[in-house]
């Protein structure tokens, strides 16, 4: 906002509602605040932030019960109910103004408050109680961007009371609004209008009443348009991870056309065990043909039997995912079609139909958490087949609690393989059963997915009950050895990925 602009509006509103009581403080949609002061005549100060049209307003000789509550503002501002608007001021070279307050409690104890209006490129407000200090450019509380989106009531400029011109400045100039939209059909609000190419442009009485036109009657387009801003972004991010698992899933068909070639490097390996080395990474065996050359990767951890158990897992893998490959193709082919058609919509629909698609794409509540006590949000929590819960640490320090506090001694506990990463607890909590191997590599998938290793194809991983895990004396958080391990090898992953 222009500093001259703002400083004839501070004046206009100083000048009539300096000395009122703030009887109420409502918050009518995001980014807008009123505070409803006593009369006579009833009036408003109205403050908007939105970053498409930062203006402070004062209306005087309204209804102040025209305008809806909405939402109530962050307690730091609902706190001016019962004050008194002391004082508007306006910073000389900053588009800022500071709104003083004096409150008396029951006690006779006066308490000063401000509240600073930064109407520049990142408009806020900020409140500071105490001394008011003349310093505008405190940021202390950004109430609008902890907001949640709200629509508009859409209601029609008020009487100014007869506000008069302002002294000391040039009476020549005419409060003036102007609009117009860009190319892509967008609408920007200027005030005044100055000599800017706008298509409409009305003139006002007063700096208020142009300002005042500006919030309820231009910015309700403005939000709606800015909601379908945030829609379509919603909807494309969704769109994104629909492809991309599309992507993925042909990826698996292209892949399940490798089952018989891993099936395959496994019965060699088992057949031609003396060929293999001690801690080999990858091998050649002579085929069964005794002419062809088979190369096979190997993880020099495990003896070759352990490595073909892997090349079989592999193998089974890939036929699953062959035989479920095609159906979730048609579902995420499906989807995107339906989400490339909503996005389509998103210009067309009404402005009192966007809350349904806002309520479609919505983001997903957080799910309620699992954990017992002690466990709290310092640990991820999964669920594996079988209905086994997966706990997982998100640092070092959360690594040692859970391992040697939290997990109980017949708890399995994972770790990737010579590589950092989460320490990871399938609990048993009570259950006579033993876990499924699903189960397990589920767990030890968890484990590489929190691991150094993520972007591996296979990952190994090892695990044992936690009773045969135990922590080095003064060795640093997160820091355990294990013994009497079990070593699986695993594509890294979350359940239901």
């Known amino acids: 906002m222009d500093t001259t602009v703002l400083t004839r509006l501070v004046e206009e509103a100083s000048s009539h509602l300096a000395g009122r009581r703030v009887r109420d403080v409502v918050s009518p949609a995001r980014d807008l605040v009123v505070l409803r002061l006593d009369g006579p005549p009833p009036s408003c100060l109205v403050l908007c932030v939105a970053k498409a049209l930062p203006v402070l307003c004062a209306t005087v000789g309204s209804d102040a019960d025209e305008f809806e509550p909405g939402q109530r503002p962050p307690g730091a501002l609902a706190n001016l109910k019962g004050s008194t608007l002391t004082g508007i001021d ?23 408050r401000a509240v600073v209006v930064d109407l520049g490129r990142r408009p806020s407000l900020a409140v500071r109680d105490g001394h008011v200090a003349r310093d505008s450019g405190s940021r202390e509380l950004d109430w609008a961007a902890g907001h949640t989106q709200e629509g508009v009531p859409e209601f029609g400029p008020t009487s100014s009371g007869g506000v008069s011109g302002v002294d000391g400045h040039d009476a020549s100039t005419t409060p003036t609004l102007g609009w117009r939209r860009d190319s892509a059909g967008r609408l920007h609000v200027g005030l005044p209008a100055g000599d800017r190419p706008w298509d409409e442009t009305a003139t006002f009485q007063t700096w208020s009443e142009a300002a005042e036109h500006a919030v309820f009657q231009l910015l309700p387009e403005i939000v709606t348009q800015r909601r379908r801003g945030e829609l379509r972004r919603s909807i494309r991010r969704l769109l994104r991870r629909k492809k991309r698992a599309l992507d993925k899933v042909e990826r698996e068909i292209s892949d399940s056309a490798r089952a018989e070639e891993y099936r395959h490097k496994g019965q060699l390996l088992l057949t031609r065990q003396r060929d293999v080395g001690r801690g080999q990474t990858t091998v050649e065996l002579l085929d069964y043909d005794n002419e062809t050359v088979v190369e096979v990767d190997l993880d020099p951890a495990m003896t070759p039997a352990r490595n073909a158990e892997v090349y079989f897992a592999r193998a089974r893998k890939a036929e699953r995912r062959a035989r479920r ?36 794409f919505a983001p997903p509540e957080r799910p309620r958490s699992h954990q017992g006590p002690g466990e709290r949000a310092r640990f991820r929590t999964y669920v594996v087949s079988g209905g086994w819960k997966v706990l997982v640490g998100k640092s070092n320090r959360d690594n040692d609690v859970l391992t040697h506090r939290i997990a109980s001694p017949d708890d399995l506990w994972f770790h990737v393989r010579q590589s950092p990463g989460s320490h990871v607890v399938l609990r048993r909590e009570g259950k006579k059963g033993e876990p499924q191997q699903q189960a397990i590599l589920e767990a030890a998938a968890i484990a590489a997915f929190h691991s150094k290793a993520r972007g591996s194809s296979g990952v190994s991983v090892s695990y044992a009950e936690r009773r045969y895990v135990r922590k080095p004396r003064g060795a640093k958080p997160g820091l355990a050895v294990m013994s009497r391990e079990n070593v699986v090898f695993v594509e890294p992953g979350l359940p239901g990925s």
């Open 90 to 112: 306006a910073d000389a070279e900053l588009p800022v103004a500071t709104l003083s307050f004096h409150r008396v409690d029951q006690a006779g104890t006066g308490t000063e």
């Open 325 to 360: 490959a095609p159906e979730r193709r048609g579902e995420l082919e499906t989807r995107i079609g339906e989400l490339e058609a909503r996005l389509a919509e998103v210009d067309e629909v009404a402005r009192d139909r966007l809350a349904e698609l806002e309520d479609e």
